[in-house]
């Protein structure tokens, strides 16, 4: 089968969940035998090369701009893929390229979209951008077959769109590098750091977990892993406010921040906006104690296998779970058996195998909506109650 990536910045991954995702999937569809195109932007990628783990990669023109970059480069790439690739299937990201997927409906190329979350919620985005992302959500459903990577987000659509979408999460791997050169260079110690991985935007809540970090009484590091495009001025102000305990490497990949996730003492991941971020997903493969934004998203994820902090209440509940982690060696090992454990539901392979069930049906012409993945999610506890410090 001929399947086409498009929608986001590409691979090899050097900004987000979504790009990590591609490079897993581009490669598992790869050894399962199909013939993988992704289409990247050449200006976000550390090298132009024509292929990377098994997919032949390429790179249509784009504007550079916070607001039309996403969708004028997809703009050039569906009518590539409709024109002259011909793929069997398209998989297009992010919700907000939804009204495109009129190219591939017209020219008879069978398309999914997986919207990510509820976009329109960011705080980067102006007013008339999220009237157009509502708008995108709300035709997506219409246009192609939806992918939601979180049980809610499916709900959401449901309630909201009156439309079925289908379950696939992100997937996970444990680290590969456990080394401590990554260490070295920015002067950590193995077991003495608090670690964030992500994009450095306000809805990520990092400017929360900064101003919490300051009420810690430890000598623990907090290294803040992550950049953000069109976003200087946020940055620049998370630097301004941070204690000198706090770290700030930009972005890590590969084996480096592989290795910062086997060595940290706990993640936090404060992300407010979104479906299943893949960064919980790794946390948890990596065996790690693991404090999160108590939402609905991330409760699927991690149900018990790690700690809650209500932002609502602000810096402080984040402040005292922080404490209580850096203090409390015990509830720490406790909770990392609980996510090695978890983290065995989500592997990259089941992800791909759901996403080729899917594939199979819209290639022949049929519906497919509910759950395409085979991970016993739904048979987990998820508690009511809030577990806090």
Same mark, same amino acid.
């Given at each position: 089968?001929?399947?086409?990536?498009?929608?986001?910045?590409?691979?090899?991954?050097?900004?987000?969940?979504?790009?990590?995702?591609?490079?897993?999937?581009?490669?598992?569809?790869?050894?399962?035998?199909?013939?993988?195109?992704?289409?990247?932007?050449?200006?976000?990628?550390?090298?132009?090369?024509?292929?990377?783990?098994?997919?032949?990669?390429?790179?249509?023109?784009?504007?550079? $701009?916070?607001?039309?970059?996403?969708?004028?480069?997809?703009?050039?790439?569906?009518?590539?893929?409709?024109?002259?690739?011909?793929?069997?299937?398209? !998989?297009?990201?992010?919700?907000?390229?939804?009204?495109?997927?009129?190219?591939?409906?017209?020219?008879?190329?069978?398309?999914?979209?997986?919207?990510?979350?509820?976009?329109?919620?960011?705080?980067? %985005?102006?007013?008339?951008?999220?009237?157009?992302?509502?708008?995108?959500? %709300?035709?997506?459903?219409?246009?192609?077959?939806?992918?939601?990577?979180?049980?809610?987000?499916?709900?959401?659509?449901?309630?909201?769109?009156?439309?079925?979408?289908?379950?696939?999460?992100?997937?996970?791997?444990?680290?590969?590098?456990?080394?401590?050169?990554?260490?070295?260079?920015?002067?950590?110690?193995?077991?003495?750091?608090?670690?964030?991985?992500?994009?450095?935007?306000?809805?990520?809540?990092?400017?929360?977990?900064?101003?919490?970090?300051?009420?810690?009484?430890?000598?623990?590091?907090?290294?803040?892993?992550?950049?953000?495009?069109?976003?200087?001025?946020?940055?620049?102000?998370?630097?301004?406010?941070?204690?000198?305990?706090?770290?700030?490497?930009?972005?890590?990949?590969?084996?480096?921040?592989?290795?910062?996730?086997?060595?940290?003492?706990?993640?936090?991941?404060?992300?407010?906006?979104?479906?299943?971020?893949?960064?919980?997903?790794?946390?948890?493969?990596?065996?790690?104690?693991?404090?999160? $934004?108590?939402?609905?998203? $991330?409760?699927?994820?991690?149900?018990?296998?790690?700690?809650?902090?209500?932002?609502?209440?602000?810096?402080?509940?984040?402040?005292?779970?922080?404490?209580?982690?850096?203090?409390?060696?015990?509830? !720490?090992?406790?909770?990392?058996?609980?996510?090695?454990?978890?983290?065995?539901?989500?592997?990259?392979?089941?992800?791909?195998?759901?996403?080729?069930?899917?594939?199979?049906?819209?290639?022949?012409?049929?519906?497919?909506?509910?759950?395409?993945?085979?991970?016993?999610?739904?048979?987990?506890?998820?508690?009511?109650?809030?577990?806090?410090?």
């Amino acid at each position: 089968m001929k399947i086409a990536l498009i929608g986001t910045r590409g691979i090899p991954a050097r900004y987000g969940g979504f790009e990590t995702a591609i490079e897993h999937l581009a490669e598992l569809f790869s050894a399962h035998g199909h013939r993988v195109t992704v289409y990247c932007r050449a200006h976000e990628v550390s090298e132009v090369i024509p292929s990377y783990r098994g997919a032949r990669l390429l790179y249509p023109p784009s504007l550079k $701009n916070k607001y039309l970059e996403t969708i004028s480069h997809t703009f050039v790439g569906s009518v590539h893929l409709a024109v002259k690739a011909r793929p069997d299937v398209a !998989v297009y990201f992010i919700a907000g390229n939804s009204p495109l997927l009129a190219i591939p409906r017209l020219a008879r190329v069978p398309a999914l979209i997986n919207v990510d979350g509820l976009d329109w919620r960011r705080d980067k %985005w102006p007013a008339v951008a999220k009237w157009y992302i509502r708008t995108a959500e %709300w035709l997506a459903p219409r246009l192609a077959t939806v992918i939601t990577d979180a049980r809610d987000v499916q709900s959401y659509y449901r309630d909201v769109y009156h439309r079925d979408t289908v379950y696939i999460p992100y997937g996970a791997s444990p680290p590969t590098a456990t080394g401590t050169a990554t260490l070295e260079r920015y002067g950590l110690e193995p077991g003495g750091y608090v670690l964030y991985v992500g994009r450095l935007v306000p809805e990520n809540r990092v400017h929360l977990l900064t101003a919490a970090y300051r009420q810690v009484k430890s000598d623990f590091k907090l290294v803040v892993v992550g950049g953000a495009s069109f976003e200087d001025d946020f940055v620049q102000r998370l630097h301004r406010e941070a204690d000198e305990r706090t770290v700030f490497t930009g972005y890590v990949f590969g084996d480096g921040y592989d290795e910062l996730r086997t060595h940290a003492h706990a993640m936090v991941v404060p992300h407010a906006v979104g479906g299943t971020h893949p960064v919980l997903l790794e946390a948890l493969a990596a065996g790690q104690c693991v404090i999160a $934004n108590d939402n609905q998203q $991330n409760r699927e994820v991690v149900g018990t296998a790690g700690l809650y902090f209500d932002e609502r209440l602000g810096e402080a509940d984040l402040a005292a779970n922080l404490q209580r982690v850096v203090d409390d060696a015990q509830l !720490v090992a406790d909770l990392r058996s609980r996510a090695e454990e978890r983290a065995k539901i989500y592997s990259w392979e089941r992800v791909a195998r759901a996403y080729e069930d899917v594939f199979d049906a819209v290639v022949e012409g049929s519906a497919f909506t509910g759950t395409a993945f085979d991970g016993r999610t739904a048979d987990l506890p998820v508690p009511a109650e809030r577990r806090r410090a």
